[in-house]
C-alpha cells in the first residue's frame, strides 16, 4: 500500500487541490494523510477533489479556528476501516489490508508547537499504540528533529529530541531512510530548514515490506515537502542464482543436469549460446529445487509421524524387529535431511552458531530485514535531481567505478638506466640442453667416494668402475 503525507497549510486553495490529485495519481496513492487542513466543519467540504473519481472513504478532525485539522483518505478495494480514533492532534484509522487480511492502523500527525504538549501527545500516542493489535504507520509533522544535523539554521533543544526520540523506541517503531530530499521544512525565506515532517512504522511492518522507499516529493504549494511511503520496490532486475551445495548431495540431482545440459540445443554465436544455456539449466534447476523440496517435505512430515507413533507403541509394547528397524530408517532419514538442512543453514548465514543448531528468532529477522532497508538503495542524486530509475542508478554507477579505475596516464614516462646484464643466446640455450655423458662424468669424478653411499653398498666408488665399461656399463649400473 502505498501512503501520502504532507502538510498543506490549508485545503481551499485550488491549486493545492489539482497539486495533491496529480500526485495521488502518477504514484498510485491508496492512504492519504493531510495535515493543516483549516477547516471547522470537515464535513462540509468535498475533499473528492482532491481524490480524484474512485470511490473512496474518509476521516477528518475538525481545526480549532484556523490551527491544525486533520483528514486521512483511503482506497475501499485496497483498505477496509473497521475503527477510526480522533484527538486534537492525531486521526487513528484502524482497519486491514482487502488483499491480504493484515491488520493495519495509520495515525495521522500533527504535533503542537509547544514542547511540553508534544510530550503529552508522545505518551497519548504510547497509550495507542499498546492498546491496539496489528501494524503501525504513523505519518505526519511531528514538529520535532532526533538529531543536531536535522535542523538547519534554527534553534536544537537537546531535551525535546530525547523526548522524541524515547517516544519512538518506547512504541518500538523504526524510521527508513528518506530519499529525495535531507530536509522537509523550509521556511519562506528560505534560510531555515528542517526534518520535521515523518513516516515511522513498527518492526512488523519493515519485516513484511523490507523493500519499501520512502520519498520527499518536491514542494510547489506548501512549505513541507510530501512524503511518499510505497511498499512497491524498484526492479533492479533479477536476483542473483544461489547454488547450494547440499543439492550435490541429493538423489539424481547430477544426472537431472547431465541429462538437461544434453538436451540443450541453440543455433548462434558461442557467448550468447553459452549465456542462453546458463540461464535455461537455471531455470530448469530451480523446477526440479521445488518439486524436491515438496516431495522431501512430504517424506519428512510422513518419517516424523512414523516415529512418534513407533515411539508411542513402545510405551504400550515391546516393538518387534521390524517395527525396531523401522523406526531406524525413519531416524536415519530424518537425521539426513536436518543435515542437508544445517549445510543451507552454514552457506546461507556463514555464521557461527548455525553450526551448532542455533535457530534465529524473530527479532534477529526483522533485524535484518531493517538493515536491508536501511541499506537499500531507492535512489540517488545525479546532477542535483533525485533519480529512481533502476536503469539510471545502474548507468552512473557503471560510469563512476569506470572513470575510476581508468588508466589515469595515456603516456607513461620511460625508464632510463643503465643496460641490465643478460644472458647470449649460447647460454640460454645450455640452460635446456640435455646433460652430455662427460658433464655426468666430471660430475661424478669430483665427488668423494663415500660420501653419498647408496642401498646395499652402491657408493660412487662402485659407479667409478663401472666407467670403465664406457657408456653401456654406467648405464647398467644406472
Known sequence: ???????????????????????????GVHFLCI????????????????????????????????????????????FSCCEVVRERHFLCVCGFLVPSGNRLN???????????????????????????QGQWVFAGDFNDVRHPEERKNSEYVAAN?????????????????????????????GDKLSKIDRVLVCIGFMESWPGTVLTALDKLYSDH???????????????????YNSWLEKHGFV????????????????????????????????????????????????QRSRVNNLEALAEVRVLSQAELDQRMEAKQFLADMDELKQQDARQKSRIRW????????????ATVNANLSSNRINGIFIDDEWVTNPISIKQHFYEFYSQLFAEPM???????????????????????????LTEIKDAVWECDGDRAPGPDGFNFKFLKRCWGGGAEGLLKAL
Not at 37 to 61: D, P
Not at 414 to 434: C, F, K, M, N, Q
Open 35 to 78: 495535515q493543516e487542513t483549516k477547516i471547522r466543519e470537515s464535513s462540509s467540504f468535498s475533499f473528492g477533489q482532491m481524490w480524484g473519481r474512485s470511490l473512496f472513504h474518509m476521516a477528518a478532525v475538525d481545526s480549532v479556528g484556523r490551527s491544525g485539522g486533520l483528514a486521512s483518505l483511503w482506497n475501499l478495494t485496497v
Open 354 to 365: 548455525a553450526i551448532h543448531g542455533d535457530e534465529n528468532s524473530g527479532f534477529f529477522h
Open 410 to 436: 595515456l603516456n607513461r614516462p620511460p625508464i632510463h638506466s643503465t643496460p641490465a646484464g643478460y644472458l647470449s643466446h649460447e647460454d640460454g640455450v645450455s640452460l635446456t640442453r640435455p646433460f652430455s
Open 225 to 243: 515537502r510530501p512524503l511518499l511511503l510505497s511498499t512497491t520496490p524498484s526492479d533492479f532486475g533479477h536476483i542473483p542464482f544461489r547454488f
Open 106 to 132: 495509520v495515525v495521522n500527525v500533527y504535533a503542537p508547537n509547544d514542547a511540553n504538549a508534544r510530550r503529552g501527545l508522545w505518551s497519548d500516542l504510547i497509550q495507542l499504540r499498546n492498546s491496539r
Open 255 to 302: 544426472d537431472f543436469v547431465v541429462s538437461k545440459c544434453n538436451q540443450f540445443s541453440f543455433n548462434g554465436p558461442g557467448d550468447l549460446a553459452l549465456a542462453t544455456k546458463l540461464k535455461w539449466l537455471k531455470n530448469r534447476i530451480k523446477e526440479w529445487v521445488v518439486a524436491d523440496k515438496r516431495r522431501t517435505e512430504g517424506l519428512y512430515s510422513l
Open 1 to 27: 500500500m502505498n501512503i501520502l503525507s504532507t502538510n498543506l497549510q490549508g485545503v481551499r486553495d485550488g491549486r493545492k487541490q489539482e497539486w495533491i490529485r496529480g500526485l495521488k495519481t502518477s504514484h
Open 161 to 189: 529530541a530525547d523526548a522524541f526520540n524515547d517516544f519512538i523506541l518506547a512504541a518500538a517503531l523504526q524510521e527508513f531512510d528518506m530519499g529525495g530530499a535531507k530536509f522537509t521544512y523550509i521556511s519562506d525565506r
